[in-house]
């Protein structure tokens, strides 16, 4: 049982019969020394994002949350497939709304972790990093640094980041999910 205190960034709960993760938290004070948490919570099954405030006598049950690997199997029209890795006839898919921004940065044949909730599959855990290929990069030009050193690179898998002038095409680069910008030159 997880109680007012135990509400914090990460906390994964049931409410309402849907599991739900906060990704944002604060204290806040009103009138009367009472505090409510304000916090962002993000529904696992559908993705949405929604604002909720927390009192001192919530009590939510934990989400009993499973872990598997699965394989990325193809996108097409918003919908992404995926399959168990261990079990290929097993599918399942999740569309992008569910998914996130990340899902730019995932490869064909790619492992990833399944997340299950009561038997049923009901998202994926993006990996905070990945290494992609560049496939089209412009050259750097040497003293053209009114953008501050960035230019445009397409990723292999369609993504379009920024990357420093260095960079060029056919280089490795680690990108964030989470933020989709560049993080190093492997």
Same mark, same amino acid.
């Given at each position: 049982m997880i109680n007012y205190f135990g509400l914090k960034k990460g906390v994964q709960f049931?409410?309402?019969?849907?599991?739900?993760?906060?990704?944002?938290?604060?204290?806040?004070?009103?009138?009367?020394? $009472? @505090?409510?948490?304000?916090?962002?919570?993000?529904?696992?099954?559908?993705?949405?994002i929604t604002d909720k405030s927390f009192h001192q006598d919530a009590r939510y049950d934990e989400a009993e949350l499973e872990k598997l690997e699965v394989k990325f199997v193809y996108a097409s029209r918003g919908k992404y497939i995926f399959?168990?890795?261990?079990?290929?006839?097993?599918r399942f898919e999740l569309n992008e709304e569910q998914?996130?921004?990340?899902?730019?940065?995932?490869?064909?044949n790619q492992i990833i972790e399944g997340i299950k @909730?009561?038997?049923?599959?009901?998202? $994926?855990?993006?990996?905070?990093? $990945?290494?992609?290929?560049?496939?089209?990069?412009?050259?750097?030009?040497?003293?053209?640094?009114?953008q501050g050193g960035n230019k445009?690179?397409?990723?292999?898998?369609?993504?379009?980041?920024?990357?420093?002038?260095?960079?060029?095409?056919g280089d490795l680069v680690e990108v964030n999910t989470e933020t989709g910008e560049y993080s190093r030159r492997v």
């Open positions: 049931v409410m309402d019969d849907l599991p739900y993760e906060i990704t944002e938290s604060a204290p806040v004070g009103k009138a009367q020394d $009472v @505090f409510v948490i304000k916090a962002k919570i993000k529904n696992l099954i559908t993705g949405k399959c168990e890795a261990d079990n290929p006839g097993n998914l996130g921004s990340g899902t730019k940065f995932i490869k064909a @909730f009561e038997d049923k599959i009901i998202n $994926v855990s993006l990996p905070i990093k $990945v290494q992609l290929k560049v496939v089209e990069s412009s050259p750097g030009v040497k003293g053209d640094r009114a445009m690179a397409v990723l292999e898998t369609g993504a379009q980041i920024n990357v420093p002038l260095f960079v060029q095409e």
